[in-house]
């Protein structure tokens, strides 16, 4: 999600998100939600309801399972509990 500068602050990411997740989790039957983002935008997705995954974050990257270390990842319960590791 990104949203212009001059139209922050006023719930238009949130709105989207939200409607993202219902269809993720009622038409998708997705069991958790999972993103990666930017260290300064943390508090953002915390108030949201994400959380920050304890983990590690496994990726497959040029055929090799490795750890992903470029942003932050978060998980949401939508129908189940997200994973706690790797």
Same mark, same amino acid.
């Given at each position: 999600?990104?949203?212009?500068?001059? +139209?922050?602050?006023?719930?238009?990411?949130?709105?989207?998100?939200?409607?993202?997740?219902?269809?993720?989790?009622? #038409?998708?039957?997705?069991?958790?939600?999972?993103?990666?983002? #930017?260290?300064?935008?943390?508090?953002?997705?915390?108030?949201?309801?994400?959380? #920050?995954?304890?983990?590690?974050?496994?990726?497959?990257?040029?055929?090799?399972?490795?750890?992903? %270390?470029?942003?932050?990842?978060? %998980?949401?319960?939508?129908?189940?509990?997200?994973?706690? +590791?790797?």
């Amino acid at each position: 999600v990104k949203t212009h500068p001059a +139209d922050r602050s006023r719930g238009h990411a949130a709105a989207a998100l939200g409607r993202a997740l219902d269809f993720l989790r009622d #038409e998708a039957g997705a069991g958790f939600g999972l993103l990666v983002c #930017e260290p300064a935008l943390v508090g953002f997705y915390l108030r949201l309801g994400w959380r #920050e995954f304890p983990g590690t974050l496994l990726v497959r990257q040029h055929g090799a399972t490795v750890p992903f %270390t470029f942003n932050r990842p978060m %998980t949401v319960p939508l129908r189940d509990d997200p994973p706690a +590791d790797g």
